[in-house]
Every structure is written in structure tokens, then in C-alpha cells.
């Protein structure tokens, strides 16, 4: 008999964590109970697992010591409160925030860095990487070996299911009185988010650069295990419900093989190439798929030296929550 394993799911009515609960089912993962967990505003809703609809609890009067693993996917704040309870019990946890150091949870991508887990002891806490991060170490990670990185510029455009519900939600509404030719009143977004794109994601610091910038440029270093690798990162929000496409330019050491290039991105997990000549979209290709596609590969206009791509990929599904259930697809073996 399969041995299942009793996991908690913390922010299971948010877009991440229903769709972490969808992918355990969709790949069977060996599940004994299935306890999803929330705040009290969202405690008594349902959400469907395995044909039956499991019931939302709150997650302050959870026993952690209930369960072998536990999924972090609401915010920062509930990680830091509820993170040391259940390492306290033994339990172990995978954590979508960012909240916890890297010291105390090294960020894994399993296509990148996989074999930072084999050091860890129970209870173990690992981070799963913001979905960026996810993207870009998917794709730089088996180029390592073949190209001289000197340099990472990448432009994310970021879909706004990054913010939560209320921000799709904000974006409908904002489409749907533009297009009924109705004033428009921005709530969630300080300004027209629909038929926009703002230059920012989240409030700067004294030097101009946000928080989501700044976590992208420190987890893609550890992720790619260049601690020194020198990287420029901009964020914009997109008028785009699901799925977050990159523009990327890498600064290498030599020039570009654009076949080898080629050849290594075709063969490597988690990402899918497309043909020279056509490039892959996040609303006709990406949303709902569980790889990253990659296009528009090119060297510069006027630099052999420089190679240039074009990213796109699910930022609730293969950003968040596909990694985090590949990490404990990893982690099993050890949990018992």
C-alpha cells in the first residue's frame, strides 16, 4: 500500500492555493488528509478535492502537529506568524512568500537547484521562488554550463493574479465599465489598469527599485548560484489576468552559438522552444500549462556577444504552484 502523507494548505481560497490543491489532484499525489486552511473571512468556504468539497478552516486554531507537511500560500505576514508553530510541531513546510530567510529556507527550483534539498534535516523549510524568479531559473540554469552569463537585463511583464483575486477582479471591472463607456473609478490600482501598462509593481525605495524587483535579482543568484552575477530588473503590471511574459537579454563572455543555444533549450525539463519564426504568447500559450516557452532566441543587433529571449509562462500554475508541489514531490522520501 502507497504510504499519504496528511497535508495543510494555508491561503487555499486565494488563485495560488486552489491551484495547488488542483495539481495535487491532478498528480496524484499521495494525500491521506487534506486540511485547507485560511483566515477567518475566507473560513467556511469549500473547495473541491478528489470529488468532495473540503471545507476551509481557520488557520489560527489549527494543530499543525496534524499534519507531515504544509504549504505556505497567503502572504508574508501569515508565514512569519504561523511558519514557527509548525516547525514547532514538526512539520514540515514549503513556503510561496519569500518571507522566510534563505538561511532558515533555501528557494529551490527543481530544474535548477534540486540538490540544495539533499542537505536539509526534518523539519524541513524550503521557498518556492516568486514565479519570475521561477521562470528565469528554469531557462538560465541548463544554459549555465554552455554560456559565459556576465549580465541578466529582463523587463517583466506581470499579470495582475499576482496581486490576488481582488486585483482580477479589479481588472474586469475596470475592462467592463471602459468598455460600456461608464466613468472609471480605480480602487485597487491607484490609476486605469485595463487597456494599460504601469510601470511599476508595488512602492519603490529611496533608490527608485521595489521589493518584487529586488527579490527577483537576489533568488535568480541563488538559484542560479552566481552570487556576483550582475542583474538589472524591471517589473510592470500588465493588463493581463494569467501569465507573465519576460523579455531577457544576457551579456556572456564570448560570442553567441545560436544552435547550441537552440539545442540545449529543446532538450532541457521544463521548457518548451518555439520555432524560429513564431513566438508564444501567455494568453494562447502559457496560461494553464505547466512549462516555460521560450521564442524570439537572437543574438544582438550589433553585439556577438549578447543574446536575446522572450519568455512566457502560467504565474499561478508553473510560477507557484507547480514548483511547490514539485519540491514536495522531492521531499516525500524524507518525510516519513
Known amino acids: 500500500m502507497t504510504q499519504t502523507f496528511d497535508i495543510a494548505v494555508i491561503g487555499a481560497t486565494g488563485t495560488v492555493g486552489e491551484t495547488l490543491v488542483q495539481i495535487l489532484e491532478e498528480l496524484d499525489f499521495p494525500v491521506g488528509t487534506l486540511h485547507l486552511l485560511a483566515s477567518s473571512e475566507s473560513a467556511g468556504a469549500s473547495v473541491p478535492f478528489r470529488g468532495k468539497n473540503v471545507r476551509v478552516r481557520e488557520v489560527d486554531e489549527f494543530d499543525f502537529s496534524k499534519v507531515q507537511l504544509a504549504f505556505f500560500a497567503a502572504g508574508p505576514a501569515v508565514t512569519l506568524s504561523f511558519a514557527p508553530r509548525a516547525t514547532a510541531a514538526g512539520c514540515s513546510l514549503i513556503d510561496l512568500s519569500g518571507a522566510l530567510p534563505a538561511e532558515q529556507a533555501p528557494q529551490v527550483v527543481p530544474e535548477a537547484n534540486a540538490h540544495v534539498l539533499d542537505g536539509l534535516r526534518k523539519p524541513f523549510q524550503v521557498g518556492s521562488p516568486s514565479p519570475c524568479a521561477t521562470h528565469l531559473a528554469v531557462v538560465l540554469a541548463p544554459l549555465r554550463g554552455l ?10 511583464s506581470l499579470a495582475v493574479s499576482a496581486q490576488g483575486r481582488e486585483a482580477v477582479s479589479e481588472l474586469a471591472r475596470q475592462t467592463a465599465e471602459l468598455l460600456n463607456v461608464r466613468p472609471l473609478e480605480p480602487k485597487f490600482f491607484d490609476r486605469q489598469m485595463a487597456f494599460n501598462l504601469l510601470a511599476q509593481v508595488g512602492t519603490p525605495d529611496a533608490q527608485g ?21 550582475k542583474i538589472s530588473a524591471t517589473c510592470v503590471q500588465a493588463p493581463v489576468f494569467f501569465g507573465d511574459s519576460l523579455s531577457v537579454s544576457l551579456q556572456l563572455a564570448g560570442p553567441v552559438d545560436l544552435g547550441a543555444v537552440n539545442r540545449v533549450l529543446e532538450s532541457a525539463p521544463g521548457i518548451e522552444l518555439v520555432e524560429e519564426g513564431d ?27 549578447e543574446l536575446n529571449l522572450w519568455l ?25
Open 312 to 336: 512566457t509562462s502560467d504565474n499561478v500554475r508553473k510560477g507557484a504552484a507547480l514548483n511547490a508541489v514539485q519540491l514536495a514531490q522531492l521531499l516525500i522520501k524524507d518525510l516519513a
Open 279 to 305: 513566438y508564444p504568447t501567455a494568453v494562447g500559450d502559457a496560461v494553464g500549462q505547466d512549462v516555460v516557452y521560450v521564442g524570439r532566441v537572437r543574438a544582438g543587433i550589433d553585439d556577438p556577444a
Open 209 to 229: 527599485h521595489t521589493a518584487l524587483e529586488k527579490r527577483l535579482v537576489h533568488e535568480l543568484r541563488v538559484l542560479l548560484d552566481l552570487p556576483l552575477l
Open 147 to 156: 554560456l559565459g552569463i556576465q549580465r541578466v537585463s529582463v523587463t517583466a
